[in-house]
């Protein structure tokens, strides 16, 4: 009989688990392997048989981030109204940080990689609404750069958001700021008699 598997699957996920929890509340920088492992409740060993190093835990962990973002915002259809496209993005992106807050945290804490006038990537969250802007602006309902448009709109997104989780607005008036901020953003970006 073989020696038991000690670092499982199980482990794996609870080794995520703190990560995204201790991320979410503290600098990186002051995340030992030995607090992470005690606070999953296992060896330091587990944490470089499972994924070779820290920084890959930590990778490992946006990388879920990133995943479950693009997941559920590839998962809102497009219609033949892409400004009515666009809102629900933003709605499905709000619910998305709002049911995730740590992986939300960590997903955008310290510098951010996006280029607004870089190449984005299939896989990247910010393709469904790119995709969305770009369809407006074939239809004449938005006109201008379409990188400064997906950026205008992403920074009014993430500020409202990140404003929210804070615990800066009540639901209620977190609900009324979103609802009025997202269209007042398109109409800035808005053709002639769009709206």
Do not use: C
Request: net charge neutral; glycine share 6%; no cysteine.
């Amino acid at each position: 009989m073989g020696r038991p598997k000690t670092n499982d699957d199980a482990v794996k996920e609870r080794l995520l688990h703190t990560a995204t929890e201790m991320l979410a509340t503290r600098p990186r920088e002051s995340i030992s392997v030995r607090a992470l492992a005690g606070a999953a409740g296992t060896a330091t060993a587990a944490v470089y048989t499972l994924f070779g190093s820290k920084d890959a835990l930590i990778g490992e962990v946006r990388t879920r981030a990133v995943s479950g973002l693009f997941q559920d915002l590839s998962a809102v259809s497009a219609s033949a109204d892409p400004l009515a496209d666009i809102q629900a993005l933003a709605v499905t992106y709000r619910q998305w940080a709002r049911r995730h807050r740590h992986l939300y945290t960590v997903l955008f804490s310290g510098v951010q990689t996006f280029d607004p006038n870089g190449p984005v990537s299939t896989t990247d969250p910010v393709r469904p609404l790119v995709d969305a802007i770009d369809r407006a602006r074939s239809a004449s309902m938005l006109t201008g750069d379409l990188p400064a448009i997906a950026l205008s709109l992403w920074v009014t997104l993430h500020g409202l958001v990140t404003l929210e989780l804070a615990g800066a607005f009540d639901t209620a008036t977190a609900d009324r700021t979103f609802d009025s901020t997202i269209p007042a953003t398109l109409r800035g970006w808005a053709a002639p008699k769009t709206f």
